[in-house]
């Protein structure tokens, strides 16, 4: 150790799992975190599938080991930009029909010959019989190891 070593920047380690993608982080909850029920009240983790609007999106989650996809709603003053790919905690405010990721797929391309209009027709039609969430926070790639909980997204 030099005499000028003391005043150089020590690296902060961390103990912390950090993951290279969120679907790497997703797939972690779903291996290792307890199997999550999507009922009333619950706090659960997934990605956002796709998002058309400012105000709500598809969200892909896990019920009884089975990928599904949920309508979440997006608060006007929520603090970060939500997008496709994003890893985010949800909360169900109302359970409806479970739609399976295969389901959901099937149905909406059975649509696809049709016009834009009529294809957002339907799936308005979809939204309203699917399971209701909103998007309690966007959370990072890193896990803290004490808590075992995903850090917020900064």
């Not at 199997?35 to 598809?58: H, P």
């Not at 996809?69 to 359970?95: M, Q, R, T, W």
Request: hydrophobic share 40%.
């Amino acid at each position: 150790m030099g005499l000028f070593d003391i005043f150089k920047k020590k690296k902060k380690h961390t103990n912390n799992l950090v993951f290279k993608s969120n679907d790497g982080a997703y797939e972690y909850t779903q291996k290792f975190f307890s199997k999550s029920k999507i009922q009333k009240k619950a706090l659960i983790y997934g990605l956002v599938y796709a998002k058309e609007q400012d105000d709500y999106c598809l969200v892909k989650c896990t019920h009884d080991e089975v990928q599904m996809i949920v309508f979440a709603e997006i608060k006007k003053n929520f603090p970060h930009k939500i997008k496709s790919g994003d890893f985010v905690e949800i909360g169900i405010l109302d359970v409806g029909i479970l739609f399976t990721m295969d389901h959901f797929l099937k149905k909406h391309l059975d649509h696809a010959g049709r016009s834009q209009k009529e294809q957002f027709i339907i799936l308005n039609e979809m939204m309203k019989e699917m399971t209701i969430a909103r998007v309690v926070r966007k959370v990072s790639k890193e896990l803290d190891l004490t808590s075992g909980q995903f850090l917020d997204y900064a």
